[in-house]
């Protein structure tokens, strides 16, 4: 699990706070995600970075910022949320070799759990 | 589409006694198969994937998956249930679309197993 580390574990916001979740991958991958995990509901895919750009963004609220400031760096900028924005929030990170045939493994950070108050 | 389904939100079993979390999914191509794990208040853990071959698919932990082109299903399996291994199991499938990696994951099964 220390391949991908996510900062802060726990996080409890108003909804008018801005704060930010790091995510760190030491596993030399060039592509990264965020997810959302509410209960009872399947993994959500939020954005999708390769080779730093973002390639994919799933009609995300633009109360979510993500950033990719370089291939092991992955930021998740939070503004005016709102109490159903309260889940976990996971990270990962993958090596993309491109294409549809190759199924790489994404390895996961341990998720910020957020409270949005 | 694509999609994956558990049909099971949660299996229970005895410790020592096998067990089989479903998994069924639906691609209109060769299916890229993946089970994760989540214990409480972490991540979710590789266990193991199918790409071709061998239906028979051994993992992390024991786990191993049977993948079954004509039943369209993918479940993982183990010989002898441990209490440590309760925990949330996730299938996902390789979205066919785009090269970003993206999973389509079903909506997980709560194994419990029960000394």
């Known amino acids: 699990e220390t391949g991908v580390t996510q900062t802060p574990r726990h996080l409890v916001m108003g909804m008018t706070n801005k704060k930010s979740l790091k995510c760190e991958q030491h596993l030399g991958h060039n592509a990264m995600y965020w997810y959302k995990q509410s209960a009872k509901k399947p993994l959500e895919l939020m954005f999708v970075y390769s080779l730093e750009e973002r390639v994919e963004n799933n009609s995300v609220p633009s109360r979510f910022s993500p950033e990719c400031p370089n291939s092991s760096h992955l930021f998740l900028h939070l503004h005016t949320l709102q109490p159903e924005d309260s889940a976990l929030y996971l990270c990962?990170?993958?090596?993309?070799?491109?294409?549809?045939?190759?199924?790489?493994?994404?390895?996961f950070g341990p998720g910020t759990r957020l409270l949005v108050l | 589409a694509q999609s994956v389904a558990q049909p099971e939100d949660q299996v229970n079993v005895a410790e020592g006694n096998p067990l089989t979390v479903k998994c069924t999914y639906s691609v209109s191509g060769n299916p890229y198969l993946f089970w994760y794990v989540q214990y409480p208040n972490r991540g979710l853990q590789f266990l193991l994937k199918y790409i071709t071959g061998d239906n028979l698919v051994k993992g992390s932990y024991g786990f191993e998956a049977e993948f079954n082109k004509s039943q369209t299903s993918f479940h993982l399996k183990k010989p002898s249930a441990l209490v440590s291994d309760s925990a949330l199991y996730f299938c996902a499938v390789r979205d066919e679309g785009g090269n970003t990696g993206k999973l389509i994951f079903g909506q997980g099964t709560t194994l419990q197993v029960k000394p």
């Open positions: 990962a990170s993958s090596q993309a070799s491109g294409g549809a045939r190759t199924p790489e493994t994404q390895y």
